[in-house]
């Protein structure tokens, strides 16, 4: 059984979906803590309280449920990570301890966990950022994902236990709304441009990201999950890449939709400098020939389809 912490997050209620179809319902079980679970998820198959900084908690359920393997998603975001550092220490990073920790105890076969683009810094090449290079961060949850990615790597080599992790960038999508991220403008100019056709920007408008579709950010999980471990160079630390935009580039996209959208910007000086020391643009080259990564969505087909499904659903 294939258990996925934070399943009620944006990430974990898609990742929920796709291995229940893949794997059977009963096989997959969500942990959530704090969020409730939404409907589909708590009805369509098992799902259990899942406190990652108790331990104990933890063991028995991963023996009570016959766990195998983690996706281990919960995780504070970088802006609600800066406005909280203790509950940040406490989830990001010795929250991911113990689910490592407890995992070598419970003899699980493999733990994924995703890092992020913020594990880099303003030290580091920002165009086509290489996946090995300097790592200095400057925030509290790039500092924790630079731990979680050390981490990993160490429980691999020291003690031979299958940890594989990739950086994410933005993920966009329109099933569940992400929380207190930098990235999320992205998400939420697509709600503002369908709800009101028009959206005040926390970031400037020549603020470029890296940024990916929530069905190629699956893939890239469950694609690296599958690799063969005799192929992988890394394990808990491959840049995945699908396509960098700025505010203003997605707002002449989604005009070209729906002409009435304007974009205002308010900046958000916090929000403004963490996106500020984050890269432009990755080499992803380690993560294509290790386990063969390829993004399906560029930024035309991602900005058509996510519009029609936002819209599909509001309206
Ligand atoms: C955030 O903005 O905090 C996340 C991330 C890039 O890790 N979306």
């Known amino acids: 059984m294939i258990l996925v912490t934070g399943s009620a997050g944006q990430i974990g209620t898609e990742l929920v979906a796709e291995l229940r179809s893949r794997h059977g319902p009963e096989n997959i079980l969500a942990g959530k803590h704090r969020t409730p679970l939404p409907d589909e998820i708590a009805s369509s198959g098992p799902s259990e309280i899942v406190d990652v900084s108790n331990p104990e908690q933890l063991k028995r359920t991963l023996l009570n449920y016959g766990i195998t393997k983690i996706f281990h998603l919960s995780s504070i975001l970088s802006a609600l990570a800066e ?3 203790q509950r940040a220490h ?3 990073i010795n929250g991911v301890f113990n689910v490592l920790n ?10 994924i966990i995703p890092s992020s683009i913020a594990a880099f810094g303003t030290d580091t090449p920002r165009k086509s950022t290489p996946n090995d290079t300097i790592q200095r961060p400057s925030t509290v949850y790039g500092i924790s994902k630079v731990f979680t990615e050390l981490m990993g790597n160490y429980f691999f080599t020291r003690f031979g236990l299958d ?21 999320d ?14 959206y005040e920007c926390y970031l400037r408008p020549d603020t470029p990201l890296p940024m990916m579709y929530m069905p190629d950010a699956i893939k890239s999980l469950l694609d690296l999950s599958d690799a063969n471990i005799s192929n992988l160079v890394h394990h808990s630390d491959f840049n995945v890449h699908a396509m960098s935009f700025t505010p203003s580039e997605l707002a002449k996209a989604i005009k070209k939709i729906n002409p009435k959208f304007r974009i205002t910007y308010n900046i958000d000086p916090l929000r403004q400098s963490i996106a500020d020391s984050w890269p432009a643009s990755l080499d992803d ?13 560029d930024m035309d087909s991602l900005v058509n389809d996510m519009y029609q499904n936002l819209e599909n659903k509001l309206i």
């Open 185 to 198: 403008y992205a998400v939420a100019m697509f709600y503002e441009a369908i709800a009101s056709d028009k």
């Open 90 to 92: 406490e989830v990001n």
């Open 285 to 297: 080259s380690a993560a294509r020939k290790e386990w063969g990564w390829k993004p399906d969505f």
């Open 83 to 85: 406005s909280d550092i």
């Open 102 to 111: 407890t995992a070598l105890e419970s003899n699980i076969e493999q733990v």
């Open 163 to 183: 940890v594989r992790g990739l950086r994410l960038p933005g993920v966009i999508s329109w099933k569940t709304e992400p929380t207190a991220g930098t990235t």
